[in-house]
């Protein structure tokens, strides 16, 4: 049986993947009356898919080693610190069996900086843009307050090129991948078109036995 895990899986949980997260509010979607409350509250969303397991990627994957497949995680490394990225793709490694495969999508900081380059994006919104800060400084106080809670910002950007050489580093062999391009049979049932807009797709193996 293929093993397939879906890493940062939001809400996007399709049935044959391991779908993995950590957000708060997915956490309490299990507590009925703390969720309502929450909802009440309107600073987060609690109505999260059923069957995710909750699992903080900075921690120790719960797999044995040399068990999965396929790891997918799309727009998630990003919010994983330098240290805690390297972490997560060193436990992605020691997870997947021998040829098994991780395909990663994260914003493209090259694409950013285009923009800017261009005047697409202002200078004073060029942080805005690249998602680094909690919440807008226009978001309502309660979300303000919220924010370092529930929300989870982007801490380190990636482009391609040393996106691939951290891969590489961390013992696999890499390549830059267009959309839908993949050597996962059932890449179309998970990866979404517009998660893959001014993104890096990366695709690593380990390496066979
Ligand atoms: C921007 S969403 C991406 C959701 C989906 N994969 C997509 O592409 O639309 C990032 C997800 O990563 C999750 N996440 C962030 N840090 C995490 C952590 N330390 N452990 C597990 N999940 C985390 C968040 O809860 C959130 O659901």
């Given at each position: 049986?293929?093993?397939?895990?879906?890493?940062?899986?939001?809400?996007?949980?399709?049935?044959?993947?391991?779908?993995?997260?950590?957000?708060?509010?997915?956490?309490?979607?299990?507590?009925?009356?703390?969720?309502?409350?929450?909802?009440?509250?309107?600073?987060?969303?609690?109505d999260w898919p059923d069957g995710i397991v909750i699992h903080d990627l900075r921690q120790t994957f719960p797999w044995a080693d040399n068990?999965?497949?396929h790891i997918y995680s799309s727009h998630t490394l990003e919010?994983?610190?330098?240290?805690?990225?390297?972490?997560?793709?060193?436990?992605?490694?020691?997870?997947l069996k021998p040829g098994?495969?991780?395909?990663?999508?994260?914003?493209?900081?090259?694409?950013?900086?285009?923009?800017?380059?261009l005047g697409r994006i202002k200078a004073d919104d060029f942080v805005d843009a690249l998602g680094v800060c909690y919440v807008p400084d226009n978001a309502s106080l309660l979300k303000r307050l919220s924010g370092p809670f529930v929300s989870f910002p982007h801490n380190c950007m990636y482009s391609a090129p040393r996106l691939l050489e951290i891969l590489r580093e961390t013992g696999f062999s890499a390549e830059s991948k267009a959309p839908f391009e993949s050597a996962i049979p059932g890449i179309h049932?998970?990866?979404?078109?517009?998660?893959?807009?001014?993104?890096?797709?990366?695709?690593?193996?380990?390496?066979?036995?």
């Amino acid at each position: 049986m293929t093993t397939q895990v879906n890493l940062g899986c939001g809400t996007h949980t399709p049935y044959d993947w391991i779908n993995v997260d950590y957000a708060f509010g997915a956490r309490i979607s299990r507590l009925p009356v703390v969720s309502s409350l929450i909802r009440r509250l309107n600073v987060l969303r609690t109505d999260w898919p059923d069957g995710i397991v909750i699992h903080d990627l900075r921690q120790t994957f719960p797999w044995a080693d040399n068990s999965v497949d396929h790891i997918y995680s799309s727009h998630t490394l990003e919010h994983l610190n330098k240290q805690q990225g390297r972490h997560c793709l060193k436990e992605c490694f020691r997870v997947l069996k021998p040829g098994g495969v991780l395909r990663i999508v994260v914003p493209d900081l090259d694409a950013f900086v285009n923009y800017y380059t261009l005047g697409r994006i202002k200078a004073d919104d060029f942080v805005d843009a690249l998602g680094v800060c909690y919440v807008p400084d226009n978001a309502s106080l309660l979300k303000r307050l919220s924010g370092p809670f529930v929300s989870f910002p982007h801490n380190c950007m990636y482009s391609a090129p040393r996106l691939l050489e951290i891969l590489r580093e961390t013992g696999f062999s890499a390549e830059s991948k267009a959309p839908f391009e993949s050597a996962i049979p059932g890449i179309h049932g998970i990866e979404l078109a517009d998660r893959t807009v001014d993104s890096i797709i990366c695709e690593a193996q380990k390496p066979p036995r």
